[in-house]
């Protein structure tokens, strides 16, 4: 049973171009929404998160929106540079337990 | 310097044989975890561990337990491998009133 839904598995994106990947959650617990970035051969590594008090957070070129009603939520690339290839995991965690889940993960290519 | 450290990186092995992964953190956490990457690259949580708590994904083998020596220490112990333990498996800490989770480098688990 995968709590947190992420798509797309996979996603090619030209350099300057937005990237745009997606999250849909079922437990209406979880109250933080990170995303990670991992590169090959390393850990995950914090890129932004949210919390469902506020429907969108911009740091730099990385945006997450949030639809609590829809309970969902995205992370927007602007400006898509070839070091942003990476797989990105949106996660969630809820309000009783500090374990996060994660989303399957999304596998982003910026051509140059 | 490093925040999370695990040891060892790469770890090869025949079925059957029992294997320890450690992991030590210098953040002054007060709550470690284990993840287990498979090779589609889902991250899933496998124990969470503080110095009062610990707490169990139920889908979790009891051929895997964590041992903690101490509160920046949290090593992974698996009795009699199986060729489906092959994944990639990542520490992380986290205060346990923080939401942000810091992880390690990986240690991937090939069992022949």
């Known amino acids: 049973q995968q709590q947190v839904k992420q798509s797309p598995q996979s996603l090619i994106v030209q350099k300057g171009g937005i990237s745009i990947i997606n999250c849909a959650y079922e437990?209406?617990?979880?109250?933080?929404f990170p995303w990670y970035q991992q590169f090959p051969g390393k850990g995950p590594a914090l890129l932004i998160a949210?919390?469902?008090?506020?429907s969108e957070k911009k740091e730099g070129r990385f945006t997450i929106s949030f639809n609590k009603s829809a309970k969902q939520f995205s992370l927007h690339i602007m400006d898509s540079q070839p070091g942003d290839s990476a797989t990105y995991f949106c996660?969630?965690?809820?309000?009783?337990?500090?374990?996060?889940?994660f989303g399957g993960g999304t596998r982003l290519m910026v051509k140059p | 310097d490093t925040a999370v450290s695990q040891t060892p990186k790469y770890l090869v092995t025949q079925m059957g044989n029992d294997k320890s992964i450690k992991c030590e953190q210098n953040?002054?956490?007060?709550?470690m975890y284990w993840y287990k990457q498979d090779s589609k690259k889902f991250l899933k949580i496998m124990f969470s561990?503080?110095?009062?708590?610990?707490?169990i994904n139920e889908t979790v083998p009891n051929r895997f337990s964590p041992k903690s020596p101490d509160k920046a220490h949290l090593n992974l112990h698996i009795n009699s491998l199986e060729l489906g333990d092959s994944a990639v498996y990542f520490c992380?800490?986290?205060?346990?009133?923080?939401?942000?989770?810091?992880f390690g480098q990986g240690t991937r688990l090939t069992v022949v």
């Open positions: 561990y503080n110095n009062k708590e610990l707490i």
């Open positions: 949210i919390r469902p008090d506020v």
């Open positions: 996660a969630a965690r809820d309000n009783a337990g500090n374990m996060l889940t």
């Open positions: 992380a800490s986290s205060h346990r009133t923080n939401t942000e989770a810091f």
């Open positions: 437990n209406t617990a979880f109250d933080y």
């Open positions: 953040l002054g956490h007060d709550t």
